[in-house]
C-alpha cells in the first residue's frame, strides 16, 4: 500500500492525466496474475482511450508477458516503479537510472518519506524488503531480491512525518518481516543488534502521537523474545498477531521448506496469548499444495481450533512456473478446491463464534468511515451513529453477525 501510495503522489506531481491507470500486479499465485490481464483487458475495454501503467511482482517477473499486451503502454518493474523520474518522464541518463535502481535494491532506505496516504486513516510503513528464504512454492525473493531493512532511523523519522498529519495507526509492513534488521550496518545497529522487537520498542519511545501499532505478517520461526517483551509491556502493540503458518502438517511443512513444525506453531501461539490473553491470531494458509493427502489436510483444518485463529488467509495451491514445488506431484484441482471450501467454512465458523463471544464487551474502534471502524483485535464494528473518521472511539458491542460486530458509541 506504500508503493501504491508512494505511485499515486509520482503519478499526481507528474500531471498524469484521469486517462491513466495504473495496474499493480501480485504474483503469488496464477490465478492473481491471470485476474491482472483479465483486468487490463477489461478497462481498455471499457475506456479504449485510457493509456495503462503495469507494474508490481508479475510484471516484475515476467514483463514480456504484459509487454505483448496491446492493451498496455508501459511496464515498471518493482525497481523502476519507486523512481521519480519514470514517472516525471525525466530525461535523466541511463547511468544516472542504473545506479538509482541499484541505490533502491541494494537498501530501501532510499524511499522517500510519504506526507500522507489517500483515503486512508492507517498508514502504512514499509521496514524491510525482499526475503532470504526458499519456500518451494514461492516466487518473491526472484521478484523482491534478498532481505533488506530500511534503516531504524528513516523508520521513525517517517513514521513521526505520517503522526503529524494526523495518523494515529501504523501498521509495519515488510516481505519477511521478522528478518528485520539482519543486514543493518553496525552504524545503524548502534550497540546491539535491531530486530523488529527493538524496532518497535523505539518507534513507541519516540513517536508523540503513535496510538495503535500493528505489525504486518510473522514468521513463526523467527518471532523473537524481545518482541514479545514489547508485546506485554506496551499497550499499544495492537493485540492482533498475523502468521505465516502455511500448513499444519509437518511433512508438507518440510515439502513447502518452511523453518517452522507443526508444535512451533502451536507453541508460538500459547506464548502470545500467555503475554497477551486478549490477542486475536490471524493466519496465512495453503490448501492442497503438492502430495497433501486428506490426513495431511486434516492436521491444518484442526490446527484452526487447536490455535484459536479467527482471522485466515485462505489460498487453493497455486503451482508457479520456476519454484521446486511445480514439479511436485499436484493433488487433483477439484479438490483443492473442494479442501479450500471446508478450510473456509471452519473459519468462518471460527470467527462467527468470537463475533458472538464479544456482544456485551467495549471495543475502542478507530473510525476508517462514519459507521464503521476496527476494534484493538481488528473486528470489523459498525455503528448505529455516525463518528468522525481518524478519531478513535469507545463503542459498547450490542451485537454480532457472521463477520462484524455492531454497537454504539459512547459517551
Ligand atoms: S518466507 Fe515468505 S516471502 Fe520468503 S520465500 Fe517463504 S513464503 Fe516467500
Avoid at 86 to 91: A, E, Q, R, S, T
Avoid at 92 to 115: F, G, M, T, V, W
Wanted: proline residues 5%; charged residues 25%; glycine residues 6%.
Amino acid at each position: 500500500m506504500f508503493e501504491s501510495e508512494l505511485m499515486r503522489q509520482y503519478a499526481t506531481a507528474a500531471s498524469l492525466s484521469e486517462a491513466t491507470i495504473i495496474v499493480n500486479t501480485c504474483a503469488v499465485t496464477n490465478e492473481a496474475e491471470r485476474q491482472a490481464r483479465q483486468a487490463i483487458r477489461r478497462l481498455k475495454r471499457a475506456q479504449p482511450e485510457v493509456r495503462i501503467i503495469v507494474t508490481g511482482c508479475a510484471a516484475h517477473l515476467q514483463p514480456e508477458r504484459f509487454t505483448a499486451m496491446p492493451e498496455v503502454d508501459m511496464v515498471l518493474d518493482n525497481t523502476e516503479k519507486l523512481l521519480a523520474a519514470n514517472w516525471m518522464g525525466d530525461k535523466i541518463r541511463s547511468d544516472q537510472r542504473e545506479k538509482q535502481k541499484k541505490d533502491l535494491y541494494n537498501c530501501c532506505s532510499a524511499e522517500p518519506l510519504l506526507a500522507a496516504f489517500t483515503e486512508r486513516t492507517r498508514a502504512f510503513l514499509p521496514v524491510q524488503q525482499g526475503c532470504n528464504h526458499h519456500c518451494t512454492f514461492c516466487t518473491i525473493p526472484f521478484a523482491r531480491g534478498p532481505s533488506r531493512s530500511r534503516p531504524p532511523t528513516q523508520v521513525v523519522a517517517q513514521a513521526s512525518a505520517l503522526a503529524a498529519a494526523g495518523y494515529r495507526e501504523f501498521v509495519l509492513t515488510g516481505i519477511d518481516l521478522t528478518a528485520y534488521g539482519l543486514d543493518l550496518s553496525v552504524e545503524d545497529q548502534q550497540t546491539r543488534p535491531y530486530g523488529v522487537g527493538r524496532l518497535v520498542e523505539r518507534l513507541l519511545r519516540e513517536v508523540p502521537g503513535l496510538e495503535r501499532l500493528r505489525l504486518s505478517s510473522l514468521d513463526p520461526a523467527e518471532i523473537e523474545e524481545e518482541l514479545l517483551t514489547i508485546f506485554l509491556a506496551d499497550r499499544r502493540l495492537m493485540p492482533h498477531m498475523h502468521l505465516s503458518i502455511q500448513a499444519g502438517d509437518d511433512m508438507i511443512l518440510k515439502r513447502m521448506g518452511r523453518r517452522h513444525g507443526r508444535a512451533d506453531v502451536i507453541h508460538v501461539a500459547r506464548r502470545l496469548r500467555t503475554v497477551r490473553p486478549d490477542v486475536t491470531l490471524g493466519a496465512d494458509l495453503i490448501v492442497g499444495f503438492p502430495t497433501e493427502t486428506e490426513e495431511m489436510f486434516a492436521h491444518t483444518l484442526h490446527l484452526v481450533e487447536e490455535c484459536g485463529l479467527t482471522h485466515l488467509h485462505i489460498f487453493p495451491f497455486s503451482a508457479r512456473p520456476g519454484t521446486a514445488a511445480a514439479r511436485m506431484p499436484a493433488v487433483a484441482s477439484a479438490v483443492v478446491r473442494e479442501r479450500a471450501a471446508r478450510l473456509r467454512a471452519v473459519a468462518a465458523e471460527s470467527l462467527a463464534c468470537f463475533l458472538a463471544c464479544r456482544v456485551g464487551s467495549v471495543a475502542n474502534v478507530l473510525l476508517e468511515k462514519p459507521h464503521f471502524g476496527y476494534s484493538e483485535d481488528y473486528l470489523p464494528v459498525r455503528l448505529s451513529f455516525a463518528g468522525r473518521p481518524g478519531k478513535i472511539v469507545r463503542v459498547r458491542i450490542t451485537t454480532a453477525n457472521k463477520t462484524s460486530l455492531y454497537g454504539e458509541i459512547l459517551p
